[in-house]
C-alpha cells in the first residue's frame, strides 16, 4: 500500500496562487494513477483532477479547467497541483488519492484507494 501526505494549503486572496504537494510513500509511487479531490463545506467529495502514472495523462473537471496543473515527480515520489486564479468557490479540504495504474483515469472517489488527510485551502473575496 501506499501512504500519502498532503502540503501546501493555506489562506489565499482572490485571483492568486497556491502549489500543494502529495508525498507518497511505501510501495513504488509510479504503478499508482493519482487523483485531486475537494470537499467544499456542506458538499461531497468532488473530483479536481487526474494524472496516469507517468504523468502523460490528465484531466480535470470543468470547474479548474485552465485555472489548475496537476503534475507529478516520480524521481520524489510527489504529486502536485498548481492552483492559479483561485475563486472563492474554490475553497475547501484538498486530498490527494491513488489507485493502481489502469488504461483509463478514475473520476469518482469511489474508485481510488488510498488517502491523504487533506489540507484546507480558503480563498477570500
Known amino acids: 500500500q501506499v501512504q500519502l501526505v498532503e502540503s501546501g494549503g493555506g489562506l489565499v486572496q482572490a485571483g492568486g496562487s497556491l502549489r500543494l504537494s502529495c508525498a507518497a510513500s511505501?510501495?513504488?509511487?509510479?504503478?499508482?494513477?493519482m487523483g485531486w479531490f475537494r470537499r467544499a463545506p456542506g458538499k461531497e467529495r468532488e473530483f479536481v483532477a487526474a494524472?496516469?502514472?507517468?504523468?502523460?495523462?490528465?484531466d480535470y473537471a470543468d470547474s479548474v479547467k485552465g485555472r489548475f496543473t496537476i503534475s507529478r515527480d516520480n524521481a520524489r515520489n510527489t504529486l502536485y497541483l498548481q492552483m492559479n486564479s483561485l475563486k472563492p468557490e474554490d475553497t475547501a479540504v484538498y486530498f490527494c488519492a491513488a489507485v493502481e495504474s489502469d488504461t483509463e483515469l478514475r473520476y469518482t472517489w469511489r474508485e481510488y484507494d488510498y488517502w491523504g488527510q487533506g489540507t484546507q485551502v480558503t480563498v477570500s473575496s
Open positions: 494524472i496516469s502514472w507517468s504523468g502523460g495523462i490528465t
Open positions: 511505501g510501495r513504488t509511487f509510479s504503478m499508482y494513477d
